[in-house]
C-alpha cells in the first residue's frame, strides 16, 4: 500500500509540474496530456482525441476558428489552399472552442466555406487553454514529437482589426511549414495572431 501511495504521489507530482510548468511556457506539450483531451467531430458528432488525428503525419496543424469570426470565413480559402497544398505531410484540424456552436452549426459552417480539412468541438476548452489559444483564426503547428513548431497568424494581411492590405506579403504559417519539411530551421515561429477574441464559454 505504501508503494502505491508512493508511485501515485510522484505520478501525481509529474503531472502538476508538467502543468505548471505549460502554464509558464507555451511551447512545452506532453504527449500523453494532450492525447487524453477529448473532441467531438463535427462530421460524425462522436467523441475523438489527438491521437486519432495526426496518421503518422510530420506536423499536426491546429487552426482555432469560430463559425461567427469574419477572419475565420475570410481565411478559409487560404486554409484550404494551405491543406491541398501540405495535406499529404501535414495533418489539419478545425478547432471550434467551447460549447457556443452545436455540431450541426459547425457542419453548416463546414459546407457553407467549403472547408476542406475535419471540424472538431473542444466543448470544455482543455486542449484550447492547454494549447494557449485564444484568438480565432489562430494557429498551432506540433511536430511528431508535440514540439511547438509555429504558432500564431496565418500570415499579415490583417495589420490590426479592420485594417487590412489587399495581399499578404508575408506569410508566416505556409513558410514555416515550408522550412520545418524542407529541415531547416523556421525563421519566424511566432506572430501574434488578430482577430476574434476566444469567450469563456
Known amino acids: 500500500m505504501k508503494i502505491d501511495a508512493v508511485i501515485l504521489f510522484l505520478l501525481f507530482t509529474t503531472v502538476g509540474n508538467t502543468l505548471f510548468a505549460q ?22 458528432n462522436k467523441s475523438t482525441s489527438i491521437q486519432n488525428m495526426d496518421n503518422d503525419r510530420q506536423l499536426l496543424l491546429f487552426v482555432f476558428l469560430s463559425p461567427e469570426c ?11 489552399d494551405l491543406q491541398k497544398q501540405f495535406g499529404n505531410q501535414v495533418a489539419f484540424a478545425g478547432i471550434i472552442p467551447g460549447r457556443t456552436y452545436s455540431a450541426a452549426t459547425v457542419k453548416a459552417f463546414a459546407k457553407k466555406y467549403n472547408i476542406s480539412f475535419p471540424l ?27 514540439e511547438l513548431v509555429y504558432k500564431g497568424a ?33 525563421a519566424v515561429k511566432r506572430v501574434k495572431a488578430t482577430g476574434c477574441l476566444i469567450n469563456d464559454f
Open 154 to 186: 496565418i500570415d499579415n494581411r490583417m495589420k490590426q482589426l479592420g485594417v487590412k492590405r489587399w495581399h499578404a506579403t508575408e506569410n508566416y504559417l505556409a513558410d514555416a511549414v515550408s522550412q520545418y519539411l524542407q529541415h531547416t530551421a523556421v
Open 70 to 80: 469574419p477572419l475565420c470565413k475570410n481565411y478559409s480559402p487560404v486554409l484550404n
Open 23 to 44: 502554464q509558464l511556457n507555451d511551447s512545452v506539450f506532453e504527449k500523453t496530456i494532450l492525447r487524453s483531451f477529448k473532441l467531438q467531430d463535427a462530421g460524425n
Open 120 to 146: 472538431y468541438i473542444d466543448p470544455v476548452k482543455k486542449l484550447t487553454n492547454y494549447l494557449h489559444a485564444a484568438i480565432t483564426p489562430e494557429i498551432i503547428v506540433l511536430n511528431n514529437r508535440y
